[in-house]
């Protein structure tokens, strides 16, 4: 399995631009996380889905953050209007009860917004 | 509310030396407790603890729960440089939600 894959690895943009991070959940895993960190904040948690649904997005910062999951082995994370102070790594990270819920992360995405 | 809290913050230590990480938390439904390393990329998984007093053991690494003290701690003996790296703990609530300490960063000076 190639793991759960992010895109793109890094992302440079300018402030007020629309932002779209997309993830690919490991096959049959059907919990699927989203993560924002930061030197400042640390590994936040933004919004999880269970079974293409969102279980809790407490995390989400704003309503310029959304995320969506159309199908089990899609997701995207999308920031719109982007802000400088929304820089980070952002992670995807999918479980499965099978595997004691352990999470697997992606490579990540760096994000610089200008 | 759930949490999870690990000291110290940071640690520089000279290689050869042990280190002894903490994590302690208060998670409803408490399943099992996961250390992650993290370098420079994404997180890594270390270890599972879900019974108290039974060690982990992986290389120079160990770990072991205390589920009545509710805490957990992380052992590293003779540090290498490599070693060099953020230790983070965590532990799924009902929900199966991840919560997070915020991380032990962990220098290792030659």
């Known amino acids: 399995d190639a793991g759960v894959i992010q895109s793109p690895r890094h992302e440079v943009t300018e402030m007020g631009q629309e932002v779209t991070l997309r993830c690919k959940p490991i096959?049959?895993?059907?919990?699927l996380f989203w993560y924002r960190q930061t030197m400042m904040r640390g590994l936040e948690l933004l919004i999880y889905?269970?079974?293409?649904?969102?279980?809790?997005d407490s995390g989400m910062p704003e309503d310029r953050f959304s995320a969506k999951m159309p199908n089990a082995s899609f997701s995207t994370l999308k920031i719109q209007p982007s802000e400088p102070r929304d820089s980070a790594v952002y992670f995807c990270?999918?479980?499965?009860?099978?595997?004691?819920?352990?999470?697997?992360f992606g490579p990540g995405t760096r994000l610089t917004v200008l | 509310e759930d949490k999870v809290v690990q000291s110290p913050l940071s640690l520089v230590v000279h290689e050869g030396d042990t280190v002894t990480l903490n994590c302690s938390y208060e998670v409803t439904n408490f399943r099992s407790l996961l250390w992650y390393k993290q370098e420079k990329k994404a997180p890594t998984f270390l270890f599972m603890l879900t019974s108290s007093g039974i060690e982990k053991k992986s290389g120079r690494l160990s770990s072991i729960l205390d589920k009545k003290e509710l805490f957990s701690i992380l052992n590293i003996t003779a540090t290498q440089t490599g070693d060099s790296a953020i230790y983070l703990c965590?532990?799924?609530?009902?929900?199966?939600?991840?919560?997070w300490g915020a991380g032990t960063k962990l220098i290792i000076k030659p």
């Open positions: 965590a532990a799924p609530n009902s929900n199966y939600q991840l919560i």
């Open positions: 096959s049959g895993h059907n919990s």
């Open positions: 990270a999918s479980s499965s009860p099978r595997e004691n819920n352990e999470q697997f």
């Open positions: 889905f269970n079974n293409n649904v969102p279980i809790d």
